[in-house]
């Protein structure tokens, strides 16, 4: 190798080991930093982890220190809890009637999913006011009927929300006279087909608190076919048993019994000829029929409604297009109303019954009140005929006194209604089918805005 040659290598082998060099000593560095770093993560992680030691024993601690609190509270609460629920376990036992009612109010009770449930709200206060004004009235007259004239009664009571409220006046009444041992009772019964009703009158009418007590009054709910829905029973097998029922107490008292009907109507409409009556419309299988065998076989008839139900001047035609309610076949909720009729087709004679059939209503007293304008044409149109606002007992004794059969209207004042005008009309006005500004002007007697 000359001398040339050498230089060329060693200026070629120099850089190569002083580049070797570096990155030898590159590589211990990053080595001994490396070997540092993983030291001081070591020593964080300990640190770290000793930490959340300390901090998961304190929370430890104050976790056992809040279920000591809680138990302690939990056992403060049980003891004072212990004799408030002996109390109200007492006070169920005795009278239910709370419970029941904020069951039926929260739709929570055995008949939540029904029309019966829907409705219980409508015009709730109302058909409360109703109920506290008539039934103790009607049972009055019943009484006379029985202790005066010697006669049993049988009372027949439709189903449907607004008769809902006599069931509970008729177990009260019935559980005070049996505490009494007021004769009347021995001639007195009750029969119907609303389902609820009955209910009402397991829960309330027994003798005493004992739950193997009977029944404080006579009581006769009719066969047939439970309709869910409507929380009733309907159908041949029940309007037969109304018939056969009067038949049998005709019989057993050698025709001293009088029949004395409470009906309902979806609607009310005021026939105009002669004599002047409530006519009930219905629908829903099995109502009509229902109400007309109500009708037929009882000796005196009351339509209870509240006002907002009632209209004057029209015919049946003239309501089904008011409310809207057109036949048609795919839609079994928009079926129109019908009539029940009032000649009474069972018996030989054909006799129109409107002269037995009394509307129990109520009115408006203050002009400021929406329902005014109809509760004055109501009033005109019951004018022609017997009609008391029943305000005083001389008027009073005049209803209970009456021949059977010449019973007047009645009519009650109420004003248990909101002061706010919206809130009035949500009252007045609870189907969203009447809350039409036409509906209103044309059969509600209020102007337009």
Same mark, same amino acid.
């Given at each position: 190798?000359?001398?040339? %040659?050498?230089?060329?290598?060693?200026?070629?082998?120099?850089?190569?080991?002083?580049?070797?060099?570096?990155?030898?000593?590159?590589?211990?560095?990053?080595?001994?930093?490396?070997?540092?770093h993983a030291k001081d993560m070591k020593e964080i992680q300990?640190?770290?982890?000793?930490? !959340?030691?300390?901090?998961?024993?304190?929370?430890?601690?104050?976790?056992?220190?809040?279920?000591? +609190?809680?138990?302690?509270?939990?056992?403060?609460?049980?003891?004072?809890?212990?004799?408030?629920?002996?109390?109200?376990?007492?006070?169920?036992?005795?009278?239910?009637?709370?419970?029941?009612?904020?069951?039926?109010?929260?739709?929570?009770?055995?008949?939540?999913?029904?029309?019966?449930?829907?409705?219980?709200?409508?015009?709730?206060?109302?058909?409360?006011?109703?109920?506290?004004?008539?039934?103790?009235?009607?049972?009055?007259?019943?009484?006379?009927?029985?202790?005066?004239?010697?006669?049993?009664?049988?009372?027949?009571?439709?189903?449907?929300?607004?008769?809902?409220?006599?069931?509970?006046?008729?177990?009260?009444? %019935?559980?005070?006279?049996?505490?009494?041992?007021?004769?009347?009772?021995?001639?007195?019964?009750?029969?119907?087909?609303?389902?609820?009703?009955?209910?009402?009158?397991?829960?309330?009418? +027994?003798?005493?608190?004992?739950?193997?007590?009977?029944?404080?009054?006579?009581?006769?709910?009719?066969?047939?076919?439970?309709?869910?829905?409507?929380?009733?029973?309907?159908?041949?097998?029940?309007?037969?048993?109304?018939?056969?029922?009067?038949?049998?107490?005709?019989?057993?008292?050698?025709?001293?019994?009088?029949?004395?009907?409470?009906?309902?109507?979806?609607?009310?409409?005021? !026939?105009?000829?002669?004599?002047?009556?409530?006519?009930?419309?219905?629908?829903?299988?099995?109502?009509?029929?229902?109400?007309?065998?109500?009708?037929?076989?009882?000796?005196?008839?009351?339509?209870?409604?509240?006002?907002?139900?009632?209209?004057?001047?029209?015919?049946?035609?003239?309501?089904?297009?008011?409310?809207?309610?057109?036949?048609?076949?795919?839609?079994?909720?928009?079926?129109?109303?019908?009539?029940?009729?009032?000649?009474?087709?069972?018996?030989?004679?054909?006799?129109?019954?409107?002269?037995?059939?009394?509307?129990?209503?109520?009115? +408006?007293?203050?002009?400021?009140?929406?329902?005014?304008?109809?509760?004055?044409?109501?009033?005109?149109?019951?004018?022609?005929?017997?009609?008391?606002?029943?305000?005083?007992?001389?008027?009073?004794?005049?209803? =209970?006194?009456?021949?059977?059969?010449?019973?007047?209207? =009645?009519?009650?004042?109420?004003?248990?209604?909101?002061?706010? +005008?919206?809130?009035?009309?949500?009252?007045?006005?609870?189907?969203?089918?009447?809350?039409?500004?036409?509906?209103?002007?044309?059969? !509600?007697?209020?102007?337009?805005?």
């Amino acid at each position: 190798m000359d001398g040339g %040659s050498l230089f060329v290598g060693l200026t070629i082998l120099i850089p190569t080991v002083l580049a070797l060099i570096i990155f030898n000593r590159d590589l211990k560095l990053k080595h001994e930093e490396g070997v540092a770093h993983a030291k001081d993560m070591k020593e964080i992680q300990e640190k770290e982890l000793g930490l !959340r030691v300390q901090q998961f024993n304190v929370e430890q601690e104050e976790r056992k220190e809040r279920l000591a +609190r809680m138990k302690e509270e939990q056992n403060h609460v049980r003891d004072l809890a212990r004799p408030l629920s002996k109390e109200i376990a007492k006070e169920l036992e005795n009278e239910p009637k709370w419970a029941i009612a904020a069951l039926e109010k929260s739709r929570m009770g055995p008949y939540s999913h029904t029309i019966f449930s829907e409705r219980i709200e409508h015009f709730s206060e109302e058909k409360k006011l109703i109920a506290e004004k008539f039934a103790p009235l009607l049972l009055r007259r019943c009484r006379q009927l029985i202790n005066v004239q010697h006669k049993d009664v049988c009372l027949l009571i439709d189903s449907g929300t607004t008769l809902y409220p006599f069931f509970d006046i008729l177990a009260s009444e %019935s559980v005070e006279a049996k505490k009494h041992d007021e004769e009347w009772l021995n001639h007195f019964k009750v029969a119907t087909n609303n389902l609820p009703g009955i209910q009402k009158l397991m829960e309330a009418a +027994r003798e005493n608190s004992n739950r193997y007590s009977p029944l404080a009054l006579r009581c006769h709910l009719f066969p047939g076919e439970p309709l869910p829905v409507y929380s009733a029973v309907t159908g041949k097998l029940t309007n037969k048993a109304v018939e056969q029922l009067r038949q049998e107490e005709q019989e057993r008292t050698q025709g001293h019994s009088v029949f004395i009907s409470l009906v309902v109507g979806n609607w009310v409409r005021l !026939r105009h000829t002669e004599p002047v009556c409530p006519v009930p419309l219905a629908r829903g299988a099995g109502h009509k029929d229902f109400k007309e065998a109500l009708i037929y076989n009882s000796d005196e008839i009351f339509v209870v409604t509240p006002l907002g139900k009632v209209f004057c001047n029209v015919d049946k035609e003239t309501l089904n297009r008011a409310l809207d309610f057109i036949p048609n076949p795919n839609f079994t909720d928009r079926h129109d109303y019908d009539e029940v009729d009032t000649i009474d087709k069972l018996h030989h004679e054909h006799r129109d019954k409107g002269d037995c059939i009394k509307i129990v209503t109520t009115s +408006r007293p203050k002009p400021s009140m929406i329902l005014f304008a109809l509760s004055a044409h109501v009033q005109q149109a019951l004018s022609h005929s017997s009609a008391i606002t029943l305000a005083d007992e001389i008027a009073n004794q005049q209803f =209970v006194d009456a021949p059977v059969g010449e019973a007047s209207h =009645v009519v009650f004042p109420f004003d248990r209604l909101p002061d706010d +005008r919206y809130k009035e009309k949500d009252e007045e006005f609870p189907h969203k089918y009447t809350q039409r500004e036409d509906f209103m002007e044309n059969y !509600r007697y209020i102007p337009r805005h």
